[in-house]
């Protein structure tokens, strides 16, 4: 047993050093959200977590031989079955296993044999995992709790495992329910093990959440749920002493893969809030720029099978998490979801940073239900399971649970934003005025329209914002009335009535600059948690810091149901049958007022309701980004990133989200335009079956300079056509025959260069586009397809 322990420690601490990369990105998963206690140095607590227990696991050690998965099932309870799956339940081990009939795959909530692994996680004492990190590990549960005293006002460093707690086993014939006490914290809950038909079901009731005090002066509450933590966590080195192989999806921006073993144990895990931060609170310093994560969704893949975890209920307020072995101390490559069962924001007293005190929701959990789905899924091939297999798992949830249905308008088409007015600083008679000046205006936008026409175009998405004088004021614009500054009423329907011009005209009623129109300041903006009004700080370009000086007031999501009635009523009334709503299909806010508190989950409710609303009264929304909930609602998404993020612990991107919705609903990339490199994005776009889009405005790019356009100094579109119009066309070719398509298959070349995409239609045959980076080259079914006058200068 010592010799082979030895050797496995000798192997393991290899390859760990073979597999360290020379280099890395400069953004990481701990820098990207930058103001939420939630974000915390996994590392130092898990350090924190297991410090209570000092023992060391050292080579010499005895340890219990492993188990099989098959023996793992016979130490447990069968606790009920269907036709597809069984579920065990170990009490003495607190772990359940979820069996799979048709493969044969075992998945367990937590390790079976964490307290036999003997790889070294520490090379320099030869020290395997602790013993109180293998307890944590060993566990199904995890709870962090925020501490009230003044004196304090803090969450705990580490998450609390449920070895620390009593636990009480009921089982039914759905499967079992496991009530945890937690008595040094005061919390005690109840978690749910569910069999589905297709899946295992966890979950934890609010009403069953009890806080023994929740008092503001000296109490403690629940602020994290971890359901599962370890679920389907596969170790460094696999039963037999192999090392494992295997990787996971998280749904960072497109969506990106961490191998598993893949040496980046030095650097943070990945940790990132689902459905973007809360905008609500306020950081002091410009947040990081990173890509969103817009799907509640994580994959582990291990061979011919993986399980896709899906969080069904608390979705709104969810990070999703993973780690590689070497992390933490631990040997486990997992991911996994925290919910946040309460928000949190900074309160600072007499204006001082340095007078820092963490403030709490107050209040019940507003939340009722924080749950997640494992859906088993298995190669179709006897290979191993490919990523558009785990997408194709939660297309189907949305299709079976959400109502997605597939979108009639498939085709091809150039999508473009255009920006309609904006105000301007001016002077006149020696006085200071804010001044409407036109940027795009309707004939304008008739011209750059024409222009591409001429060029080779023949079908266009455009997204027109800042059409109307509320707009361009920056005020709440409900009222479908087009700006006399921009051409007035008869351009605009002459425009939006073009020819193979789909007009969009959105309105972004996200912030507001001052009171208007029945929206006032003092009332219709959203609280923080400590009680302040949100204002949308902006940010020096040079330090990141808040600019001094009245901010935008972010509007409350209680005045939502309005904003959406009035503008449903105005468009029906002015006879237009499409509609965009900005930055409500991307970002996700909370109120919390003591009168009428809206929390994230409160807030995506209403967002869902008003686009039924408007998807059954209005018909075609466009949604400029698009976070899962509203995506069964709209007809088109413009600007799905092409990439992630790329943290550190990250290997490489794939259009995961991409693979979920194409067939179903029609999207275009980001701005092609606003990247730093145009001739990538456009090959990407193209790798994931993305139609082409732009940012054009009219204007020369010296007119927005000290307006809130600066930042789009890149859009005249003098400058673009050309290039728009051949993309346009290469895309054409090269994926407008398979726009009703679904992606089954992405593989990526060993040096990433070259990227294959499958796309696949019942009754048809199988379509294969692969897109060669390095040499800017395309083809579809192995036929050529001319890219290079569409590359400037190829990544050659």
Same mark, same amino acid.
């Given at each position: 047993?010592?010799?082979?322990?030895?050797?496995?420690?000798?192997?393991?601490?290899?390859?760990?050093?073979?597999?360290?990369?020379?280099?890395?990105?400069?953004?990481?998963?701990?820098?990207?959200?930058?103001?939420?206690?939630?974000?915390?140095?996994?590392?130092?607590?898990?350090?924190?977590?297991?410090?209570?227990?000092?023992?060391?696991?050292?080579?010499?050690?005895?340890?219990?031989?492993?188990?099989?998965?098959?023996?793992?099932?016979?130490?447990?309870?069968?606790?009920?079955?269907?036709?597809?799956?069984?579920?065990?339940?170990?009490?003495?081990?607190?772990?359940?296993?979820?069996?799979?009939?048709?493969?044969?795959?075992?998945?367990?909530?937590?390790?079976?044999?964490?307290?036999?692994?003997?790889?070294?996680?520490?090379?320099?004492?030869?020290?395997?995992?602790?013993?109180?990190?293998?307890?944590?590990?060993?566990?199904?549960?995890?709870?962090?709790?925020?501490?009230?005293?003044?004196?304090?006002?803090?969450?705990?460093?580490?998450?609390?495992?449920?070895?620390?707690?009593?636990?009480?086993?009921?089982?039914?014939?759905?499967?079992?329910?496991?009530?945890?006490?937690?008595?040094?914290?005061?919390?005690?809950?109840?978690?749910?093990?569910?069999?589905?038909?297709?899946?295992?079901?966890?979950?934890?009731?609010?009403?069953?959440?009890?806080?023994?005090?929740?008092?503001?002066?000296?109490?403690?509450?629940?602020?994290?749920?971890?359901?599962?933590?370890?679920?389907?966590?596969?170790?460094?080195?696999?039963?037999?002493?192999?090392?494992?192989?295997?990787?996971?999806?998280?749904?960072?921006?497109?969506?990106?893969?961490?191998?598993?073993?893949?040496?980046?144990?030095?650097?943070?895990?990945?940790?990132?809030?689902?459905?973007?931060?809360?905008?609500?609170?306020?950081?002091?310093?410009?947040?990081?720029?990173?890509?969103?994560?817009?799907?509640?969704?994580?994959?582990?893949?291990?061979?011919?099978?993986?399980?896709?975890?899906?969080?069904?209920?608390?979705?709104?307020?969810?990070?999703?998490?993973?780690?590689?072995?070497?992390?933490?101390?631990?040997?486990?490559?997992?991911?996994?979801?925290?919910?946040? &069962?309460?928000?949190?924001?900074?309160?600072?007293?007499?204006?001082?940073?340095?007078?820092?005190?963490?403030?709490?929701?107050?209040?019940?959990?507003?939340?009722?239900?924080?749950?997640?789905?494992?859906?088993?899924?298995?190669?179709?091939?006897?290979?191993?399971?490919?990523?558009?297999?785990?997408?194709?798992?939660?297309?189907?949830?949305?299709?079976?649970?959400?109502?997605?249905?597939?979108?009639?308008?498939?085709?091809?088409?150039?999508?473009?934003?255009?920006?309609?007015?904006?105000?301007?600083?001016?002077?006149?008679?020696?006085?200071?005025?804010?001044?409407?000046?036109?940027?795009?205006?309707?004939?304008?936008?008739?011209?750059?329209?024409?222009?591409?026409?001429?060029?080779?175009?023949?079908?266009?998405?455009?997204?027109?914002?800042?059409?109307?004088?509320?707009?361009?004021?920056?005020?709440?614009? &409900?009222?479908?009335?087009?700006?006399?500054?921009?051409?007035?009423?008869?351009?605009?329907?002459?425009?939006?009535?073009?020819?193979?011009?789909?007009?969009?005209?959105?309105?972004?009623?996200?912030?507001?600059?001052?009171?208007?129109?029945?929206?006032?300041?003092?009332?219709?903006?959203?609280?923080?948690?400590?009680?302040?009004?949100?204002?949308?700080?902006?940010?020096?370009?040079?330090?990141?810091?808040?600019?001094?000086?009245?901010?935008?007031?972010?509007?409350?999501?209680?005045?939502?149901?309005? &904003?959406?009635?009035?503008?449903?009523?105005?468009?029906?009334?002015?006879?237009?049958?499409?509609?965009?709503?900005?930055?409500?299909?991307?970002?996700?806010?909370?109120?919390?007022?003591?009168?009428?508190?809206?929390?994230?989950?409160?807030?995506?409710?209403?967002?869902?309701?008003?686009?039924?609303?408007?998807?059954?009264?209005?018909?075609?929304?466009?949604?400029?980004?698009?976070?899962?909930?509203?995506?069964?609602?709209?007809?088109?998404?413009?600007?799905?990133?092409?990439?992630?993020?790329?943290?550190?612990?990250?290997?490489?991107?794939?259009?995961?989200?991409?693979?979920?919705?194409?067939?179903?609903?029609?999207?275009?990339?980001? *701005?092609?335009?606003?990247?730093?490199?145009?001739?990538?994005?456009?090959?990407?776009?193209?790798?994931?079956?993305?139609?082409?889009?732009?940012?054009? &405005?009219? *204007?020369?790019?010296?007119?927005?300079?000290?307006?809130?356009?600066?930042?789009?100094?890149?859009?005249?579109?003098?400058?673009?056509?050309?290039?728009?119009?051949?993309?346009?066309?290469? *895309?054409?070719?090269?994926?407008?025959?398979?726009?009703?398509?679904?992606?089954?298959?992405?593989?990526?070349?060993?040096?990433?260069?070259?990227?294959?995409?499958?796309?696949?239609?019942?009754?048809?045959?199988?379509?294969?586009?692969?897109?060669?980076?390095?040499?800017?080259?395309?083809?579809?079914?192995?036929?050529?397809?001319?890219?290079?006058?569409?590359?400037?200068?190829?990544?050659?």
């Amino acid at each position: 047993m010592h010799n082979k322990s030895y050797k496995k420690a000798i192997v393991f601490g290899l390859c760990l050093t073979m597999l360290m990369p020379l280099g890395s990105m400069a953004v990481t998963s701990a820098d990207a959200e930058d103001d939420t206690a939630a974000v915390e140095d996994a590392a130092v607590g898990a350090e924190e977590a297991a410090s209570a227990d000092e023992e060391t696991t050292g080579a010499e050690d005895e340890l219990p031989e492993k188990i099989s998965d098959e023996q793992a099932a016979s130490m447990a309870q069968k606790l009920c079955e269907n036709d597809n799956l069984i579920l065990y339940g170990d009490e003495k081990n607190e772990r359940l296993g979820l069996y799979v009939k048709s493969s044969g795959a075992y998945w367990w909530t937590s390790p079976i044999n964490v307290f036999s692994e003997d790889q070294v996680v520490d090379v320099e004492k030869g020290n395997m995992m602790k013993k109180a990190l293998r307890k944590q590990i060993a566990s199904s549960c995890a709870i962090k709790v925020g501490d009230l005293r003044q004196e304090k006002r803090t969450e705990s460093a580490a998450p609390i495992y449920s070895n620390k707690a009593k636990s009480k086993w009921t089982t039914n014939d759905k499967g079992a329910v496991i009530e945890y006490k937690f008595n040094s914290e005061g919390v005690t809950l109840k978690v749910h093990y569910e069999l589905c038909e297709d899946s295992l079901y966890v979950y934890v009731n609010s009403s069953e959440v009890e806080e023994a005090n929740t008092s503001q002066v000296d109490g403690k509450i629940l602020t994290k749920l971890q359901l599962c933590p370890y679920f389907a966590a596969a170790p460094a080195v696999d039963y037999n002493g192999n090392p494992t192989e295997g990787y996971m999806i998280i749904p960072d921006g497109s969506g990106a893969v961490i191998n598993y073993n893949n040496g980046k144990g030095t650097y943070p895990d990945y940790i990132q809030q689902v459905y973007g931060r809360d905008y609500t609170m306020v950081p002091l310093q410009a947040p990081r720029v990173t890509e969103q994560a817009y799907l509640p969704v994580l994959s582990t893949v291990n061979g011919s099978n993986g399980i896709v975890a899906v969080a069904t209920d608390g979705d709104a307020n969810v990070y999703a998490r993973a780690q590689v072995s070497g992390q933490n101390k631990q040997v486990y490559n997992s991911c996994y979801f925290e919910f946040e &069962t309460r928000s949190s924001d900074a309160f600072f007293m007499s204006g001082d940073s340095a007078n820092k005190l963490n403030v709490f929701e107050k209040g019940d959990i507003k939340t009722e239900r924080f749950g997640i789905h494992y859906y088993p899924v298995t190669s179709k091939d006897g290979g191993t399971v490919n990523y558009a297999d785990c997408a194709e798992v939660y297309r189907n949830y949305l299709i079976d649970e959400k109502g997605l249905k597939k979108q009639s308008s498939l085709g091809n088409k150039l999508y473009m934003d255009l920006y309609g007015g904006v105000l301007k600083r001016t002077s006149i008679l020696g006085l200071p005025f804010n001044l409407k000046t036109e940027i795009t205006g309707f004939d304008q936008a008739g011209e750059i329209v024409k222009e591409l026409k001429g060029k080779g175009v023949n079908s266009f998405n455009v997204n027109y914002n800042d059409w109307t004088n509320a707009a361009i004021k920056d005020n709440i614009s &409900t009222k479908a009335k087009p700006s006399g500054t921009l051409g007035g009423k008869s351009d605009f329907t002459e425009f939006i009535n073009t020819d193979n011009v789909q007009v969009y005209p959105s309105m972004n009623n996200f912030t507001m600059d001052r009171s208007s129109g029945g929206y006032w300041t003092l009332t219709s903006t959203a609280i923080r948690i400590s009680n302040a009004y949100s204002r949308q700080t902006s940010y020096s370009l040079s330090f990141g810091v808040a600019q001094k000086g009245v901010a935008p007031a972010l509007l409350s999501p209680s005045k939502y149901s309005k &904003t959406f009635e009035e503008m449903l009523g105005s468009y029906q009334k002015e006879g237009i049958d499409r509609i965009g709503f900005g930055y409500l299909s991307s970002r996700l806010v909370g109120d919390y007022t003591r009168k009428d508190t809206y929390c994230r989950d409160k807030t995506m409710n209403v967002l869902v309701d008003e686009y039924k609303k408007a998807n059954s009264n209005i018909g075609a929304i466009l949604a400029d980004e698009a976070n899962a909930y509203i995506l069964p609602y709209v007809s088109t998404v413009s600007g799905v990133p092409v990439s992630s993020s790329g943290y550190d612990i990250t290997d490489f991107d794939i259009p995961f989200y991409q693979m979920v919705i194409h067939g179903y609903v029609p999207y275009a990339s980001s *701005a092609i335009n606003k990247s730093s490199n145009t001739d990538e994005t456009f090959m990407l776009a193209l790798a994931s079956g993305s139609q082409i889009h732009y940012d054009f &405005t009219y *204007a020369d790019s010296d007119v927005l300079q000290d307006t809130e356009y600066n930042d789009l100094y890149y859009t005249n579109y003098r400058g673009w056509t050309e290039a728009a119009a051949r993309q346009y066309k290469a *895309a054409k070719n090269i994926v407008g025959g398979v726009s009703d398509y679904t992606i089954s298959k992405y593989e990526i070349s060993g040096d990433g260069n070259v990227l294959t995409t499958t796309y696949s239609k019942e009754g048809q045959g199988d379509v294969v586009v692969k897109i060669d980076k390095k040499n800017a080259t395309a083809t579809v079914d192995g036929q050529n397809v001319n890219i290079e006058n569409c590359i400037e200068g190829g990544l050659k």
